[in-house]
């Protein structure tokens, strides 16, 4: 008797990790053609169940079946064919693993970050419109959700923004609190502008203003985020006007400096007047820090700095998101290994059945009752322990999944 | 049964502190922004046992025990503590409570050796008058400690942000505007206390004709140029004549001049006002 799952799970896949661009883009699995490729990896033989990940930077397919080997060469047949090299491969466990990783955002390309969960969502949702999923695949996915949730409830992984427009968000932050009484003003409309006004946006800022040397263009970035517009004339009564001034305009010279501070009788807050400079070269020059009504100003440097603080602290989080996975990953093979204890448990139930009648049979009349009880019950004892035996030696534990990940634990990974 | 109590909780309040400042000290390098139940629980058994020290010594002693220094030093911690908690309560800064409990903690240990080693401070009955002197003047001067507080944290977190440092300060002190608000709120509330206290005070030392007394005499001197600095930075906002970083700077300096009015005070000689006069 066997307590081992009868099916194997492989994980197949390439990512920012492995593969540059161009493989990632061979590999890749366009929405469109998601159902048919669902149901071309299903029809193959000797595969059970099967779903897809693919997003700009990962591509990776998830095989249930009987045989392991046959799972692999299939994935490696279909999807990845010729790019070996660049792909990883992980069975069981290490599988299972690496889902929850993938879906706590550990192999991302920000760390941490939460798109990956919707992602992984999505792709369940289009194998199970395909009708390519079962008990298991849906199961582990589920189980690889609420293990990213609960990576991102439990630590900090996700904590503090990594990219130079919601850094700017932060450090605004740190001075001024509230966003709802604040107001800033962008100059600037191109991508980076609009990046920004859409953080401030998403924090509740009070008035955003957009200008920009070219005002249709400031006016089309104001309408999708519900700002006003001014013209570049003004910049120095608009920016007297307002709490916070984000430059991200191409000049070839700075646009704010302390003489148009001065000369514009720009008046002092309770708070410094916070300059944000994400432009390159310069468009707010250094002398702004200078002028007597109090500014204090962040360039690229400053940005980067806030940027590489919160990249470490999230890394900082990965042995407490190793140690969730592990544990995660230990109950999800538990589980599997109790679902596929369950006809075990039937074969069990029949065998004791046939030993009581077999007792039964060979009682005869004056059968010592309690001599013949005894019997019976080292009969059974012995078929139970023998199952419990085995099963025990098969049953994973958190050291048996450490060992089976070694070298894959993001603990242990230089 | 009232006096074990009384002292019980005089024993008991430094270790309290000292519980809070370590719960506090703990959040802030945590980061924590949401206010569980143990920092409460911390937070109203230290309020209590305050209580009910200053209810039991008023009992046994038929006076509120304020007037000699541990029971001032005890006063004005309770003083920190308390208007932390409601700053806290109103929603304003929650970092801020570690830089206020640990400097309580101070005083509260203070207090007590000095109580262990004299516990039959002599206090005279002086009557009402006299004790919201006391009272408004230790409420005035906990507002302007605290708003000087706030005034030395602003600076370091203005500091480090200009110097482009985000470590520890950067991420876990309360923001500038916060800073600020607390720091004119406080300022403004000690302000009035203490045009109360020190008004107050003056009519009372010519009332009594208190040896010593004189307009020139440097704790009243110190006092009036406290007070008029404080109220220079709790000015309205429409007159408002220091900005952020100027009115931090100068709640610092009001800080520095506090403390060592109290400590003048408790020196004899130095002036004609002492503690337990």
């Known amino acids: ?308 603080r919160n990249r470490d602290a999230r890394k900082a989080e990965l042995g407490k998101v190793d140690a969730i996975l592990l544990e995660e990953t230990r109950k999800h093979l538990g589980v599997r290994a109790y679902a596929a204890m369950a006809p075990a448990l039937t074969t069990l139930g029949d065998r004791f059945e046939e030993i009581r009648l077999e007792w039964l049979a060979k009682r005869g009349a004056g059968t010592d009752i309690d001599a013949a009880s005894r019997d019976l019950a080292n009969r059974l004892l012995a078929v139970a322990l023998a199952s419990v035996k085995e099963g025990a030696r098969l049953m994973t534990s958190v050291e048996a999944v450490r060992k089976t990940l070694r070298g894959q634990s993001w603990k242990e990974t230089p | 049964m009232i006096d074990v109590v009384t002292s019980l909780a005089g024993v008991l309040l430094p270790v309290a502190l000292f519980g809070c400042s370590m719960r506090f000290a703990d959040e802030f390098r945590k980061g924590t922004s949401a206010t569980s139940d143990r920092r409460t629980t911390w937070v109203a058994a230290t309020l209590f046992l305050y209580v009910v020290f200053f209810s039991g010594a008023a009992w046994m002693r038929g006076a509120p025990p304020f007037s000699g220094v541990a029971g001032f030093l005890t006063l004005l911690g309770f003083y920190l503590f308390a208007i932390q908690a409601v700053v806290e309560r109103l929603g304003g800064a929650k970092p801020l409570a570690v830089f206020v409990a640990v400097p309580a903690f101070l005083l509260e240990t203070t207090a007590a050796a000095m109580r262990a080693s004299a516990p039959l401070e002599e206090t005279a009955k002086r009557g009402l008058l006299f004790t919201v002197h006391i009272v408004t003047i230790a409420g005035s001067s906990a507002c302007l400690l605290l708003a000087g507080a706030c005034g030395i944290l602003y600076l370091v977190l203005d500091r480090s942000m200009r110097k482009g440092t985000f470590g520890v300060v950067f991420g876990g002190l309360p923001d500038l505007a916060e800073l600020g608000a607390t720091l004119r709120g406080t300022a403004r509330v000690g302000f009035v206390l203490m045009t109360v206290g020190y008004n107050l005070g003056i009519w009372l030392a010519h009332d009594e004709k208190t040896t010593g007394f004189r307009y020139t005499d440097p704790t009243v001197l110190l006092t009036f140029a406290v007070w008029l600095l404080f109220g220079v930075i709790a000015a309205p906002s429409r007159i408002r004549l220091l900005g952020g970083r100027t009115a931090a700077r100068a709640a610092a300096g009001g800080l520095l001049v506090i403390v060592v009015l109290i400590v003048m005070s408790a020196i004899p000689g130095i002036s004609f006002h002492r503690f337990t006069s």
């Open chain 1, 1 to 308: 008797m066997t307590v081992v799952p009868d099916s194997a799970l492989v994980l197949v896949g390439v990512s920012h990790e492995s593969a540059g661009l161009d493989i990632r883009q061979r590999c890749a699995v366009e929405k469109t053609g998601l159902e048919a490729a669902l149901r071309e990896l299903r029809d193959r033989s000797g595969v059970d169940e099967v779903c897809i990940v693919s997003t700009c930077n990962r591509t990776e397919v998830l095989l249930i079946g009987p045989d392991a080997s046959v799972l692999e060469a299939t994935a490696r047949e279909t999807r990845f064919s010729g790019v070996d090299s660049e792909i990883y491969v992980h069975h069981g466990a290490a599988a299972v693993f690496h889902l929850f990783g993938v879906c706590s955002g550990l192999h991302s390309m920000v760390l941490g970050e939460s798109e990956i969960q919707a992602q992984v969502k999505d792709a369940l949702g289009a194998a199970q419109a395909a009708g390519t999923t079962g008990p298991w695949m849906e199961s582990l996915f589920q189980h690889a959700l609420k293990t990213g949730k609960r990576v991102r409830t439990e630590t900090a992984i996700s904590s503090g923004n990594v990219s130079v427009a919601s850094a700017a968000v932060d450090l605004i932050a740190r001075v001024h609190g509230r966003f709802d009484r604040v107001s800033a003003l962008i100059v600037g409309a191109g991508e980076t502008g609009v990046r920004v006004g859409t953080h401030l946006r998403a924090r509740g800022i009070g008035r955003l203003t957009f200008t920009n040397r070219t005002l249709a263009r400031a006016e089309a970035a104001a309408r999708d985020l519900g700002a006003e517009v001014v013209p570049f004339d003004a910049l120095a009564p608009e920016i007297d006007r307002h709490d916070v001034v984000v430059a991200c305009v191409e000049a070839e010279r700075p646009v704010i400096d302390k003489a148009l501070l001065d000369g514009a009788r720009v008046r002092r807050g309770d708070v410094p007047k916070v300059f944000i400079d994400v432009s390159v070269p310069r468009a707010v020059a250094v002398d702004v820090r200078d002028w007597k009504g109090d500014g204090m100003l962040f360039d690229l440097d400053a940005l980067d700095a806030v940027v590489a």
